[in-house]
């Protein structure tokens, strides 16, 4: 990472480590997590990382990029951090905001504080303790509490909380994946398993011989952040919570993207860009017959020359008119497919609900809401809207690698022509070296596992 580095970034990496062990009730987290926050800031100051994270584009309701400095950044120690976070809640106390004990801890009650104050002086609303934040309360002295968060700007402050708690840069692999079998590698197994998981007892099982005892244990006797790992490994997110998150983000696309075209249209260069996709559509579904799965796929045409596509819970498929265009838009396609069928956006949605859950009661009831009427769930789902959802590098190479293997189940003839068109164009927008801000590996790494599958298709 360069000696300039955005004190927003330092603070941010700060909060993360320190939150993560902390509850609703703001207790002061282990010693030993203090004592190990500034040995990671400094590490991460000291690395070779890449500045910025682009998967800050992605936010959305308003939720944009602070302002760099200029200044080089200085290590910042666990108590320096503390103290900042003090000053604040005790600026916001003199305000009339009703946070609890200035502890310098940044809990539920302070962030909720912070966010009411932003809303109220028209700031960008997100709850990270910042200097920026500190100065512009002890300027505006005479400012006083104005009353409750709108639902517009509490919603914002949820979503921002979400993304400060997830790790924007790309990661080589989620620490909920575990390591791949060489099965999993080539997917064999086009479609991952749908079937739900105990909720309640897969989280708990394993920490004790009895159940009960550990459901009746106080929150002080178990770790939270264990708990969350194990919940986000499980397979517990009812399909019916997936799908109605899927139709929320689908409408409101619908009624601001411009650049999605009308299936309706009377222009024939739609109407050919939709047969055209509706065809590919119907052959991977042709090629998935003999599997089940609980999606009803429905594709969408982005008015975008660019070779990019998009899959999103329940089922939606939106794919830009470029991609349309090449000869190996099958395989494209495929691989935004693949990320659904193999679960890696149901992942990646149950993580992110997971990273909002501040104490153990509240974790067991997010589990323990029926699959049938998952009405609570559905409720924090509809919360993430603007969240980033962000694929691993180990993902997405398992999408390319169900990308091949769906589209040779089509017994498509060209298939290996198709595979090499599909890496030039990558290697057309990507370098032969892995940024972190990037998800997606380097073509290098995604040309041998589709090759790796190729090979593997022609020998079975």
Known sequence: MSKKMNWQRVLSLALVVLLSGCSANEKVPGQNLLNNLAENINSTINGSASDSAQGQDSLQNN?????????????????????????????????????????????????????Q????????????????????LESSSGVVNSGKINKIAQHQCEV??????????????????????????????????????SNVQILFSSLTDNLTNIINRSESEIRLDELREKAKRANWLPIKAEMSYG???????????????????????????????????????????????????????????SLNAEAIPGGYLYVNSGVLRTEYAKLIISHELGHVL????????????????????????????????????????????????????QQELQADACAVR??????????????????????????????????????LDREQRMLDVYEDVQKN
Do not use: W
């Open 406 to 443: 769906i589209t040779a189940l089509g017994q498509d003839p060209a298939l290996k022509e198709n595979i090499n068109g599909y890496i030039a164009g990558i290697k057309k927008n990507h370098s032969g070296v892995v940024k972190k801000t990037s998800t997606h590996p380097v073509y």
């Open 117 to 136: 104050y932003q809303a109220a002086q028209n700031l960008i609303i997100n709850p990270l303790p910042t200097q920026e934040l500190l100065d512009h």
């Open 342 to 393: 193999r679960r890696h956006t149901t992942k990646e949605m149950q993580a992110r609900l997971i990273d909002s859950v501040e104490t153990i009661d509240d974790l067991r009831k997010l589990l323990s809401a029926p699959s049938d009427a998952p009405e609570g769930i559905i409720e924090k789902v509809l919360a993430l809207r603007g969240a980033i959802i962000q694929y691993s590098q």
């Open 247 to 305: 139709q929320s983000i689908h409408e409101k696309r619908m009624e601001k993207d411009q650049n999605i075209l009308d299936r309706n249209s009377k222009r024939r260069d739609i109407q050919r860009l939709y047969k055209r996709g509706d065809q590919i559509l119907e052959e991977i579904r042709a090629s998935l017959a003999d599997e089940e799965y609980p999606y009803e796929f429905k594709l969408f045409v982005v008015n975008d020359r």
């Open 160 to 197: 921002a909380h979400i993304n400060n708690l997830s790790n924007v840069n790309a990661v080589a692999m989620h620490t909920y994946e575990g390591t791949l079998t060489p099965d999993d590698l080539l997917c064999k197994q086009v479609v991952a398993p749908f079937e739900l998981e």
């Open 63 to 115: 939720l944009s990029e602070q302002p760099k400095e200029d200044a080089p950044a200085k290590p910042v120690s666990a108590e320096d951090f503390k103290q900042l976070i003090t000053k604040i809640q005790q600026q916001l106390t003199q305000k009339g905001y009703k946070l609890g004990k200035a502890d310098g801890i940044a809990g539920k009650n302070t962030r909720q504080a912070i966010c």
